[in-house]
């Protein structure tokens, strides 16, 4: 008897130790249920936002760059300058600009220029002269404001023009004269025919192209002691007065009277405030380097050569052009 009684003991602490470890269990497991429970119901974690960055606006920034030299002459701020603010402000200072890159100021010269015609030399080489050159101021402008909405690098619309002629013509254009003018001077005076003489000398085998722009005052230059000129009686205002390159006028006088016989046309010819004895009345043409011009564009539709023939007291100016181009030089 006493042994089932222990029997039967063994069993019940087996039962209760069983049934506390199936309740500590069912804790755990309930403490588990509710922290999985717990984590479902709390919202999602986001990182944090980083803050938006506003963008910050470059300036415009305009290069003006020259063609040849790449190099940049000027930089434009187009905001600074009213660009979006008064356009027409901003359009008025980019011509004004424009024009004093053009054509100069006191203080700088322009890239406009005047051509020089080349030159037949003695030894029968060709000298070089310039091209005409033209920076188009307008087209500059519109350049620049185009520019200036986005920015970038803009190049100086830059025209080139070289003297109308073939290189291989210039040994034939001195064969016929198509036109010609004499005058004649007092050799005796020395100041003046010496004056007459260089400036001569300096219009002499000029090539002038089809199409080209002869200057007088570009292709003899400064009249004055520097280059070899002399004293001499000249018509300033009405009067005769003494000065440095007296004489020069019969020069350019004398051409215009032979180039008038041939289709060129007038760019500057300006009359003496008296009259001259040397050609006919409103037949002259006066000249002084800086001041009044004697040009023509020759629109004969040929090239031709300016020889001079200075002798003691007399002057010949001839127009002279290949045979080949005599029938076809518009004459007046």
């Known amino acids: 008897m006493a042994k089932r009684t222990w029997v039967i003991t063994i069993v019940l602490i087996g039962s209760l130790i069983g049934l506390a470890g199936c309740t500590q269990k069912t804790e755990k497991e309930r403490a588990h249920e509710e922290k999985a429970t717990e984590q479902h119901n709390q919202p999602d974690k986001q990182p944090p936002e980083e803050p938006i960055k506003e963008e910050v606006k470059e300036p415009v920034v305009v290069n003006v760059v020259d063609p040849n030299t790449k190099n940049i002459i000027k930089t434009f701020m187009p905001v600074d300058m009213g660009f979006e603010t008064d356009i027409e402000a901003y359009k008025k200072e980019l011509e004004q600009w424009a024009k004093e890159l053009a054509r100069g100021t006191a203080a700088t010269p322009g890239y406009d220029q005047r051509m020089t015609l080349d030159k037949i030399e003695a030894n029968g080489h060709i000298k070089k002269g310039k091209p005409k050159i033209i920076l188009e101021e307008s087209e500059l402008v519109e350049k620049v404001l185009a520019a200036s909405v986005v920015g970038g690098d803009i190049e100086l619309p830059l025209y080139i023009t070289e003297s109308g002629y073939r290189p291989e013509d210039v040994a034939q254009l001195g064969e016929v004269v198509v036109a010609s003018f004499t005058t004649r001077f007092n050799s005796g005076v020395t100041g003046r025919s010496k004056n007459i003489e260089l400036s001569a000398q300096s219009i002499n085998h000029i090539i002038v192209g089809t199409g080209d722009i002869f200057s007088f005052n570009t292709t003899v230059g400064p009249s004055d002691a520097e280059h070899g000129y ?8 009405k009067q005769l007065v ?17 180039v008038d016989k041939i289709g060129v046309s007038y760019i500057e010819k300006h009359h003496h405030s008296l009259s001259v004895g040397y050609v006919p009345a409103g037949r002259d043409a006066t000249v002084s380097y800086g001041g009044p011009d004697f040009q023509f564009k ?11 023939i200075y002798r003691k007291g007399t002057l010949t100016v001839e127009v002279r052009t290949s045979a080949a181009y005599q029938s076809l030089i518009a004459k007046n």
């Open 230 to 237: 002399q004293k001499a009686k000249e018509i300033v205002n």
């Open 298 to 308: 020759n629109t004969t539709g040929v090239p031709f050569t300016i020889r001079t």
């Open 242 to 258: 003494d000065g440095i390159g007296g004489g020069i006028c019969q020069t350019s006088s004398t051409l215009f009277n032979a």
